[in-house]
């Protein structure tokens, strides 16, 4: 059956999710978002998957979440830096839990396979295949499936190998560029994962193209390590191309002789640039540097770059005689690069993010005990279709909220009866634990 001719599915269509409230009224509506009709499966955890699915979600796509039995998928409750990782990747998405280990609820996945557009899974290798969910098996009852398999490294030596964003920054150089000398350092957000989420979509639309000129999917493969090989291509160009050893970003040659954090007058910290004669112009007329724009060696971009130092001094101390307002306000009238140095917390209550419609306020589901759960603001797709944003259509869901939408009636029911589910974990008269069945592999990827 192939879901991309017209296939009959269970439940209700893409366009039918119930709206909430969004930050901005400029959102495209519903039935005009450019993946309305596509239907997703999602057999995902943690951020790879989860992102690759949202991104599809916000593009209209129906796409339906397979959490293990009881508590759900186990990124809902991670502590700490984890904390944000299921609230930031599922909102609009629908959640039904099922042990595609056991014969019922294998039988409701197959059903929601074969209605399907797309496959999306982001297990250790060979995990889905070693269940009967392998592409062959699959696309053998629907041709038209894309199946997008999201992994640590792409086949070859390391193929079979446990990757984490960590393992792949350290291998991949990544985090030698960004830590200071000897101290390699991972980025500070998951940039790999949330990447390599967004080639897997790359993937994913070029899939659907193909399949409207010859009717048949296809396997879609996107991985961590290739994705950092490809974030720090630059690095590698340079390093073939000059005999200098490639040097960490904290210590790199300097470019320009004003590309740096200063400091106020109060200690606050704020980055400003000069990236060009006409720019390092504006700068000194700006903030009184009447020495150094008379002098004749510091005219050019190398002549500044060798007196860095002084310049670093002459300007911090014009600096220091302000408020970052007074320093912001002065260098956005001449068209400088000018930024606070703030923390992702800040972002909340950004004027830009805020007035611009770009952040969402968004509801997650209540915890044990409680009646209602938190809204927090969470930022949307980062771009615009006729200058509207892809909006917040549904929040992000329960574990199973939509189990009766999508298991017809039957899931869960036994011959000896209905099915018992423990809050505590997904337990029920089925021997086969979530292990086997919809399992939460950490083994492929991290936060």
Known sequence: MTAATGASRPGPEATSTTTTSATSSAIVDEEHLPLAGIRVIE?????MGPSCGMILADLGAEVIKVEPRGRGDKTRYLPGSGSGLFPAFNRNKKSVQLDIAEATDREVALSLI?????????FRVGKMESMGYGYEELSAH????????????????????????????????????TGPPGQPLRAGASVNDIMGGMFGVIGVL????????????QVINSALFENNAFLVGTHMAQSQLTDEPLRPMPTRMATWAVYDIFRDRDGSQIFVAA?????????CEEFGLTTLLADPALEDNQGRVDQRERIHRTLQAALSELDLDAIEEKCT?????????????D?????????????????LPPPPDADAGKRIDLPLLPLTLDGRHLGLRSDVPAPGEHNDVYRGG????????????????????STTSSTTGTCNDNSQHGI
């Open 142 to 177: 629907n041709p038209g499936l894309i199946y997008c398999s999201l992994k640590g490294f792409l086949p070859g030596p390391y193929g079979t190998r446990s990757a984490l964003d960590e393992v792949v920054q350290m291998l991949g150089g990544l985090a030698y560029m």
């Open 333 to 345: 009238r001449r068209g400088l690069p000018v930024a606070r140095v703030n923390t992702p917390g």
């Open 114 to 122: 074969e209605s399907a557009d797309v496959l999306l899974e982001n």
């Open 43 to 47: 057999f995902s955890h943690m951020v």
């Open 206 to 217: 070029s899939a659907l193209r193909m399949r409207e000129r010859t009717g048949r999917g």
């Open 275 to 283: 990236v060009s004669d006409g720019q390092w112009r504006d700068l």
């Open 347 to 363: 972002l909340t209550t950004d004027e830009h993010l805020v007035a611009s419609g770009a952040l969402a306020s968004t509801g």
């Open 410 to 429: 039957t899931l869960g029911e036994d011959p000896a009866g209905p099915r018992t589910e423990d809050p505590a974990g997904p337990v029920g008269t």
